[in-house]
DNA sequence: CGTATGACCATGC
DNA sequence: GGCATGGCCATAC
């Protein structure tokens, strides 16, 4: 572990599940110290020439927009994991956006539950 | 130690 | 909706 800043990225980013998409955004939130989105994609770029154990689901980190950031290949990856995109490459992250680390896992390692409002979907009645 | 470089993001037009 | 701008800050050199 030579870049220990990275590591805790990789470690959040570990626990997105199949089938859902993380922004830059959010997982540098989560690992919050300074953090920031940049930084994530720094480390996500990093992969290409580190291959880590165990692996780093990176296609499940996208940016804001809702579009995968590097190429068609992210989105065939993201599609065999079940997340659907418009023909313009976009996905609905309020459908297949992750809801952020399990609580407490989070407390024990010092990470952030993720602020933005999981209430507001509960609160529209979606799903 | 200064500078350049990003798989980014929010905002404003 | 797209494009430009400023801010962000760890790494690499």
Redesign the pocket.
């Known amino acids: 572990m030579?870049?220990?800043?990275?590591q805790r990225i990789y470690e959040v980013v570990r626990h997105i599940p199949p089938g859902r998409v993380a922004?830059?955004?959010?997982v540098?939130q989560v690992v919050g110290?300074?953090?920031?989105?940049?930084?994530?994609?720094?480390a996500?770029?990093?992969?290409?020439d580190h291959h880590p154990d165990p692996p780093v689901p990176?296609?499940r980190?996208i940016?804001?927009?809702g579009k995968v950031?590097?190429g068609h290949q992210?989105q065939q990856l993201l599609e065999q994991e079940g997340v659907t995109f418009s023909p313009?490459g976009?996905t609905d992250l309020q459908r297949f956006g992750w809801h952020g680390p399990d609580p407490a896992w989070a407390a024990a390692h010092g990470f952030s539950p993720l602020r933005t409002g999981q209430a507001e979907e509960s609160q529209l009645g979606l799903f």
């Not at 922004?23 to 959010?26: A, F, K």
């Open positions: 030579s870049h220990p800043l990275y922004t830059y955004g959010q540098a110290s300074p953090v920031t989105a940049r930084e994530v994609g720094e996500m770029a990093a992969l290409r990176w296609q980190v940016n804001a927009q950031s590097t992210q313009k976009v």
